[in-house]
């Protein structure tokens, strides 16, 4: 596999996307909601996922495809090249704000990530790495991230799961949001994780990401030395639902262990 | 007072303020705290501020300052113009994001609002209106914001006010982040505020603000209907620091009157 190659062309086709969904302000966007009511789903969301399906069954017909609105492949194992995409990570932002959204993609083989992409879309900033060549915000090599002490952390956190709820001690959750020096939420994981691997934020956490939300992110941050786990501390599963924290070497240790107490 | 002249002199001062935060980041920025050790000033903060004070004075001799780093002048009433000035709002985010902070500034004459700016300097957002004349996003026009019912709220609040503390009902503020949409924080009051004058939030809520942080915010707010008082109720105070929340209209009475239950 010519991964430089594939590369040039995933980047084009993420450029392309991002186009489409701005000129898509242009005209009405027809909204509906999933199971929950919350979990929105839109128009260009279908559309966007179908744009990238086409293209790539194209031009990559061995690959398969992983996307959130589930116009891609049923994908059961990681075996063969897989790319892992949300075409609109954080969907409320994009119907609410106009902004602060992203396209997530990462393109893994046998399981092993190769190539990460966030695109903040309104923003026109590019998060991009290949496996051990370092991560980029725009044409800018992101530097390994530092060690930071938690009461001078920035965390990235839903206010949802500081109040009682069915995954976490909240109680916990709240020694933490004391503890650290401040919490933003910007409500796109893909973002946030951005934002981690840039030393925006020095930790994020979530509850129940889907592969989608992090398959790109994960690839990027590690590149910069973050650590990406799910609560036991395992590496993510990109299969299924699972909760999600990533933050600087030693910062991730140190609120899986203190703060983060998993309900049974 | 020719206040479209006053308008004209004030967007220029305050791009001219952003242009020099920018060029900032070349150098070394040196990180000071206040009483709090959470509460983070630079010396951009004050170099800005200083800056606009010496233009000010030099330009609108009669006129008052009041800013946040305190180089303006002691303000004890509303008389008179002033100059209401918070030189970077979000300054723990100018320091660990380098980005997400803003200029506010808004113009009072005898306690009225004249003129409010919100300017978001990295994303080059620029907000502002006039009193009477409609609130602008860069030189688009926003609409009058209609009522949205909570459930389909987004709410800025940080996740500090979920967690027990000394200002507010806690439990009462659970229920208020399990009833709505969705919550967000972006750690600037003043571009949260912008952002519910442009619809990108549904309300904001903060247990403590200062002058400065609010003074631009709440007459690009009001002129586009939204509601912005104290936790009374009240016209929020420009002299203290006090709990604010703006929302649209409707929405700003039911938060009010059923979340929000101050501590004595």
């Given at each position: 596999m010519n991964w430089q190659?594939?590369?040039?062309?995933?980047?084009?086709?993420?450029?392309?996307?991002?186009?489409?969904?701005?000129?898509?302000?242009?005209?009405?966007?027809?909204?509906?909601?999933?199971?929950?009511?919350?979990?929105?789903?839109?128009?260009?969301?279908?559309?966007?996922?179908?744009?990238?399906i086409s293209r790539i069954q194209r031009d990559f017909p061995?690959?398969?495809?992983?996307?959130?609105?589930?116009f891609g492949d049923n994908i059961v194992s990681l075996d063969g090249i897989i790319w892992i995409l949300d075409p609109i990570d954080g969907t409320m932002n994009f119907v609410h704000q106009k902004r602060n959204f992203a396209i997530s993609?990462?393109?893994?083989?046998?399981?092993?990530?190769?190539?990460g992409y966030i695109y903040d879309v309104m923003g026109d900033d590019f998060y991009h790495a290949a496996k051990g060549e370092g991560a980029y915000f725009n044409d800018e090599l992101l530097p390994e991230l530092e060690p930071t002490p938690i009461?001078?952390?920035?965390?990235?956190?839903?206010?949802?799961?500081?109040?009682?709820?069915?995954?976490?001690?909240?109680?916990?959750?709240?020694?933490?949001?004391?503890?650290?020096?401040?919490?933003?939420?910007?409500?796109?994981?893909?973002?946030?994780?951005?934002?981690?691997?840039?030393?925006?934020?020095?930790?994020?956490?979530?509850?129940r990401l889907s592969p989608w939300d992090i398959a790109g992110g994960i690839i990027i941050a590690q590149e910069v030395g973050a650590v990406a786990t799910n609560f036991n501390g395992d590496k993510p599963g990109l299969l299924s639902q699972e909760p999600f924290i990533v933050a600087r070497p030693g910062l991730h240790e140190q609120i899986l262990t203190n703060y983060i107490e998993m309900k049974k």
């Open positions: 190659a594939v590369d040039r062309y995933a980047k084009s086709l993420i450029k392309e996307a991002g186009h489409k969904i701005r000129i898509s302000f242009f005209n009405k966007i027809h909204i509906d909601s999933k199971a929950d009511p919350n979990d929105l789903v839109t128009n260009i969301d279908r559309e966007i996922e179908q744009f990238f061995t690959h398969k495809i992983f996307g959130e609105e589930g993609l990462g393109i893994y083989a046998e399981g092993v990530g190769m190539l009461h001078e952390a920035i965390v990235g956190i839903n206010a949802r799961w500081v109040a009682p709820n069915r995954y976490v001690n909240n109680e916990k959750i709240m020694d933490l949001i004391t503890t650290c020096r401040g919490t933003r939420s910007y409500g796109s994981a893909a973002m946030e994780l951005s934002y981690v691997a840039s030393g925006r934020l020095d930790a994020y956490i979530s509850t």
